[in-house]
């Protein structure tokens, strides 16, 4: 078995006085699982989600300013965008859904119960997703 010393990717010079991004992917990685791992938990709330959004937000355009200095550092950085994508639309969705529905707990739930609805995610054409509620 591998002890975390060789598994671990490692910060280096690459050339050119170049640095590796690993480490900067590992930590926005874990800033957007502690986002994740806060705000989409069994019991939420509002005030949670919309801070775990701008969070990872932040994060994505964070992101969008590294360069991979080779094509496993670029393919570790989609990798990571796409991620950090997928958990902002679970976390958008569960934003527009105000009531609580079946083991996930909003604990900002309205007093006076709603009429059933769905929440739809659809792309825009400028590549955001729009988010809207959709009664049943």
Wanted: hydrophobic share 40%.
């Amino acid at each position: 078995a591998k002890n975390a010393a060789e598994i671990t990717p490692k910060t280096e010079t690459i050339a050119y006085g170049e640095t590796s991004i690993v480490s900067k992917l590992i930590g926005l990685r874990e800033t957007m699982r502690q986002a994740l791992w806060g705000a989409l938990n069994a019991t939420r709330d509002g005030e949670t989600l919309r801070a775990a959004v701008n969070q990872t937000q932040d994060c994505l355009r964070e992101l969008e300013t590294l360069a991979g200095a080779n094509v496993s550092e670029a393919f570790a950085k989609e990798r990571l965008r796409n991620d950090m994508t997928a958990g902002l639309l679970a976390m958008r969705a569960a934003l527009a859904r105000e009531s609580s529905l079946g083991c996930h707990v909003r604990t900002d739930e309205p007093a006076i119960p709603q009429p059933l609805y769905r929440v739809v995610l659809q792309k825009q054409p400028g590549g955001e997703p729009a988010i809207r509620k959709e009664n049943l």
